[in-house]
């Protein structure tokens, strides 16, 4: 039995880098209110760590409909043959080891280090100048600098441009640059450096669509599970369109041929293998890419950004290969709302304008809520399916 952890503020524990990290009220107020998550993409023979109270409750309602993993009770602690938390971190080891998991069940101080390695924005330069050896199209290579002077250097020499923090929350660590190096860009470069050693500099790339290729890393090496065609707002995450691969390849064919994405997703496959093999890692991950515009031609940047961790992308495609009625399109949803109540008259109002239909454990049409929806919350996700929503 795999046991299944929700931390998504792993990436902030990354930044952190050490093993005491205490993640901001918001982090857990997401970690809390997004918990049952783990319902829709642990296997059905493993369990899940619930808060407990509604979480328990939702679980109980949700498996009259479909079937799900347990929610996992101290007593199962010797069925659990492996730890599949969101992400690895120095801070997710320590817990686990103070929940008295067996050190043979969590990767070594080496192996998280070299984890936290491999999730820093870094890694895109290392992977797309390998790409870019195998003879595949890339955009100019982001620039890895460790001095303020060679950061605004940078800024200055580019009418736009973007600057990245190596590790951050998603949406978050990320400055926008226009032509000169003013004071607010000044001290993000600062600020990062001192804390992080670095920033990593990019070319700015005008975006027609945003998607990622997500992968699995197990014993029998890398393997593609899947595409993720998802939405953003200031570059944080809010949804993803649920649809099969064939049909999220036929819409990306409008903007490149579909034999790119294939030689493309075969190299990432042999790189990403290669790049992991000292790290031990298990479990998902997902490459972030663009098509963007090249003036009379669309392009594609083959890595924006890798996320050594599960991911919404991942959520979203087990969920429509597990859940959804075959041939039925949908889209997969996580809304912050700032005011109390405001997400459960939100979720009232879509079951009633979009009643839920299942049939055999598969949705056919309608909204559902993947975690419980109270006049507390802040935080939802929820996916509506049906022709007339996509």
Not at 24 to 47: F, K, R, T
Not at 215 to 240: D, I, K, M, Q
Not at 375 to 388: F, L, S
Request: charged share 20%; proline share 5%; hydrophobic share 40%.
């Amino acid at each position: 039995m795999k046991l299944y952890l929700f931390n998504p503020e792993n990436d902030l524990a990354l930044a952190d880098g050490g093993f005491s990290y205490c993640p901001p009220p918001a982090a857990m107020c997401i970690a809390n209110e997004l918990s049952c998550l783990q319902l829709w993409y642990a296997g059905v023979e493993d369990a899940v760590l619930l808060p407990g109270g509604q979480h328990l409750e939702f679980r109980e309602k949700m498996s009259a409909l479909f079937k799900l993993p347990l929610a996992y009770s101290q007593y199962m602690q010797s069925q659990i043959t492996a730890l599949s938390p969101w992400g690895w971190s120095a801070q997710m080891r320590h817990r686990l080891k103070v929940m008295s998991f067996d050190n043979a069940l969590l990767p070594s101080d080496e192996d998280v280090a070299e984890m936290r390695r491999l999730s820093s924005r870094v890694l895109t330069i290392e992977i797309l100048t390998a790409l870019r050896n195998a003879g595949i199209d890339t955009p100019p290579l982001p620039q890895y600098v460790t001095s303020l002077d060679d950061a605004v250097a940078f800024v200055n020499s580019h009418s736009r441009c973007v600057v990245k923090a190596p590790w951050s929350g998603s949406g978050k660590g990320i400055m926008w640059g226009i032509g000169s190096a003013m004071e607010p860009m000044v001290n993000f470069c600062k600020g990062v450096i001192r804390r992080q050693g670095g920033v990593v500099c990019e070319h700015f790339l005008n975006a027609k669509a945003e998607f990622a290729m997500e992968f699995f890393a197990g014993a029998s090496g890398v393997e593609f599970a899947g595409y993720s065609l998802f939405t953003a707002e200031n570059g944080a995450y809010t949804g993803n369109l649920l649809a099969s691969n064939e049909e999220i390849e036929k819409q990306l064919s409008q903007y490149l041929p579909i034999d790119t994405l294939t030689v493309v997703r075969k190299q990432l496959c042999v790189i990403l293998e290669y790049v992991l093999a000292k790290s031990g890692y298990v479990g998902y991950l997902g490459v972030d890419m663009m098509v963007y515009d090249n003036g009379d031609t669309c392009r594609l940047n083959p890595c924006m950004e890798v996320n050594l961790r599960m991911n919404m992308g991942v959520v979203s495609r087990i969920f429509y290969d597990r859940f959804v009625c075959v041939g039925k399109p949908g889209i997969y949803r996580v809304r912050f709302f700032k005011q109390a109540g405001d997400a459960y008259h939100s979720h009232l109002e879509m079951k009633k304008r979009f009643p839920l239909m299942v049939k055999d454990g598969r949705v056919v049409e309608g909204y559902m809520n993947l975690v419980p929806v109270t006049p507390d919350n802040r935080y939802i996700a929820y996916v509506i399916i049906g022709n007339d929503v996509c």
